[in-house]
């Protein structure tokens, strides 16, 4: 299922500069706990928007400072439980979803590890080809999973 970002709740553009990159960590975690995640639920979807938003500009935009990249994001209440959707838009030219692969962590050198990161913490991670243009869309999905003692 195609997801119309039209649909989200919540839109948001960064320019490709690191230094704006904490406005979208920001409002991951203020959303998250809204959505009816926990404090370390909202801390995982944190770092993986942080991963992602941070391969776009370094790798995807080879640190150019002027491209734009797209978040949105909605609650989600589904037979799945109760979490919220990130969806991530860039405009990378020459990027396909086939690339995007987690690396070999039998193979010991620094770096590497942010697709790896984004498989281990969020419950759905998906790239595909953008519906509308150029581009990679980014679908993260985190839901809330109610400890024993029942929160």
């Known amino acids: 299922m195609t997801f119309d970002v039209s649909d989200s709740h919540i839109q948001m ?3 490709s500069q690191p230094q704006y990159l904490c406005a979208i960590r ?4 203020i959303i998250g706990g809204k959505c009816g995640l ?11 928007v942080d991963e992602a938003t ?11 400072p002027d491209q734009f990249i797209n978040v949105a994001i909605r609650p989600l209440n589904d037979t ?5 959707e990130i969806i991530i ?3 990378c030219k020459d990027v396909s979803p086939d690339q995007i692969q987690e690396r070999d962590l039998s193979v010991l050198k620094p770096g590497g590890l942010g697709i790896h990161i984004l498989y281990r913490i969020m419950d759905h991670v998906h790239f595909e080809q953008r519906p509308d243009m150029q581009g990679i ?7 809330h999973k109610p400890q024993e003692n029942g929160s």
Do not use: F, P
């Open 38 to 48: 926990s404090s370390t639920e909202t801390d995982h979807a944190v770092l993986a």
């Open 13 to 15: 553009r960064v320019i």
């Open 54 to 64: 941070t391969n776009i500009i370094r790798h995807g935009y080879k640190d150019a």
């Open 89 to 91: 838009d860039d405009q």
């Open 26 to 29: 920001n409002m991951i975690n």
């Open 80 to 84: 799945a439980g109760q979490g919220m």
């Open 137 to 143: 869309r980014l679908t993260l999905r985190k839901y």
